[in-house]
C-alpha cells in the first residue's frame, strides 16, 4: 500500500542546522517516522574570574612585624565603635594587601552543547 499525505510535519527556519533529515519506515502503520538531526557547534563558556590572596611570597615575620608596628590597636581614643571597626578594617586590609595581594584568575571553560 502507498499513500500520501499531510500528517507529519517537519519545519526549520535554519536549514543550515540541519545535518540530515529523512524518513524511517516503521510496519505498524502506513506512516513513516520523520527526523531531523541538528548540528550543535560546540561552544566554550567564559568561564568564572576568581579572587583570591596570592601568598606566594607571604613572609609571615613581616607580617607581623607591620601588623606590631601600626596602630590599629591603638582606637581606645573612638568612642564610635563603627568608626573604630572602618579604621581597623582599613589598616588591616592595606597591610595584607601588601603582604598577601588580591589577585584574579579565570578557570574553567564550560562547553555547552
Known sequence: ???????????TNKTDNIIIAGTTKITISDHYLIYGIKSFPSLKGEG???????????????????IAWSETYNLESY???????????????????KHAPIKTRKIGKKRTP
Open 48 to 66: 568564572r574570574i576568581i579572587e583570591f590572596r596570592d601568598f606566594k611570597n607571604f613572609r609571615e615575620e613581616d607580617f607581623l612585624r607591620d
Open 1 to 11: 500500500m502507498n499513500t500520501s499525505s499531510l500528517i507529519d510535519h517537519f519545519y
Open 79 to 97: 568612642t564610635d565603635p563603627n568608626r573604630m571597626w572602618y579604621i581597623w578594617k582599613n589598616k588591616f586590609s592595606a597591610i595584607i594587601d
